[in-house]
């Protein structure tokens, strides 16, 4: 199994960027992307459980989550982008995942090569 994460890139504070995330072969039941910047840990951005959604505090209202199963890919639509989530983002996938662990990196079997998202203020 493999994920291809794309659509990072430079863009300016206020401006929006789409990332996507294909898998490889299967459809997993949650899929997620995290993110770490320079010199700090990975952290949990959002999350779409089946066809629920889950999001870090600090995206709330700005990063939507969606799915589309047919071509076993996740998307991450970032409106009203701050300098603060400049990051290497990551997606990961797995199966059986429960509420309590889905912003947690060990509750991910599989992850992507990570795609730079740079936001210039």
């Known amino acids: 199994v493999q994920l291809q994460a794309s659509g990072g890139g430079l863009v300016q504070a206020g401006g929006s960027l789409r990332l996507s995330c294909a898998a490889s072969g299967r459809t997993f039941s949650s899929m997620g992307w995290f993110r770490q910047a320079p010199g700090k840990e990975r952290e949990f951005v959002a999350a779409i459980r089946r066809s629920v959604t889950y999001y870090a505090d600090s995206v709330k209202g700005r990063f939507t989550i969606s799915r589309d199963n047919a071509k076993n890919t996740v998307f991450l639509q970032m409106n009203s982008l701050k300098p603060e989530d400049t990051a290497v983002y990551y997606c990961?996938?797995?199966?059986?995942?429960?509420?309590?662990?889905?912003?947690?990196?060990?509750?991910?079997?599989?992850w992507g090569q990570g795609t730079l998202v740079t936001v210039s203020s």
């Open positions: 990961a996938a797995g199966d059986g995942i429960i509420l309590t662990t889905i912003g947690e990196i060990r509750a991910y079997a599989y």
